[in-house]
């Protein structure tokens, strides 16, 4: 009997001990789990700091870049006013600058900047022009020149020329109510898509809603390099002249060609536009009446003309100048179409911190100014009266007013107004 029970209790000694052992290893894996998980934890939340301190920097070299061409951007305005040269931007500075600065040192990081014309660009927000009370107006040259350069680009197997424009009008206008184009599209088609949305009927806010639109396909939108053709980026903006100007100093030839076009009723015709970008890059324009040797302004009666020697050169055409003439008359007409300066800019700032690299894309519209708005107490700073006529003809072309005063007027406290405003601004990481 004893022998029994010293059996029994063997056994459920030995029953405990094994249940402890098997509590102590499950312990020791929750344990090695909590551990592990910990570590793991760690070292995410360490690589996210690090990701995220090198994202910092690489934003803020690429912020600098922004700021570094806007400085550049000022310090020529102010250089030009300072020197009394006729007031004319052009590609050529641009090309300087971006080949100047290269890839600069900041800090641990590296930064990089360049800057392209927004003004050589068919301003797609110009095309219409808005009415009080009704739909608005088509700047008809303008969308003749867009037409044209749709014709001009290979669009492979997209939609035609026709199709493109109509479509891009209809994006544009105010509302469904408007007048649908022939070969355009409102509402109705874009719901009707697989992955429906919205007509914008209204000014857009970025080129890329190009590709949004009936007929342009990413083919025709991001171009083929092999066929020499730009994304359409580089043709087009949504920043540009709200009268639907284009610098003939900062257009490609294919721009140029499109709005000779549109202007003239012609066929577009690329060897004029290569003939005139390639002479702008060589020697800026300075005056719209240069253009009249390229004869796509309209010509004077012939009673009008005036038999001059081939080696008579002829006299600059100045605003307090210029005579009520038939030449004064194409000047005007080439104003129409053309200008000579540029107020809207887009700036890439490249950012590389290590593995990290950071793209900031800003658009920037530089106020027009003169020496007057860097006066302390609004005195006359400019001694040339004939540069200063032409600066303040300049700024009243390119700024909307309110009242009898300009929205580009000094701030209070004789400090000068901001001298530019962010439109858009974009970072790619």
Known sequence: MAFVLTKKIKIRFYEKKGVALILSLVFIALLSILVVEFLYEAEVEASLAYSQQGDLEAYLSAKSAVAK???YLAEDNLNTMMSGAPPVDSDFDLLTFNMSAGIEPLNNALMRA???DEYGKINLNALLVPQSGGEPQERTPLVNALREFFALRDTGKGASPEIIVDSILDWLDYNDGDSERPQGAENDYYMGLENPYSCKNGPMDSIEELLLIKGI???IYFGDPEKGQLPLSEYFTVHGDWMGRVNINSAQPEVISAIVSGFTGNPADLGLGQRIFDDAHTQPFTDLS???????LPRPPTSQRKNTSPQEVKPV???STRPESASAQR????GQIFTLQSNAFRIYGDGLYQDRMVRIEAYVFRNPMNLDNWSPSGTNMNTNPVNSKTNQQNLS???KQTGSNP????NQGGLPPEPFRILDWKVIK
């Open 317 to 319: 055409i100045t605003p």
């Open 290 to 296: 240069q253009l009249e040797s390229y004869g796509f």
């Open 407 to 410: 929205t580009n007027v000094q």
């Open 217 to 219: 396909t990413p083919e």
């Open 331 to 334: 000047y005007v007409m080439s």
């Open 114 to 116: 360049s800057i392209s």
């Open 69 to 71: 061409a806007m400085a």
């Open 397 to 399: 072309q390119n700024t």
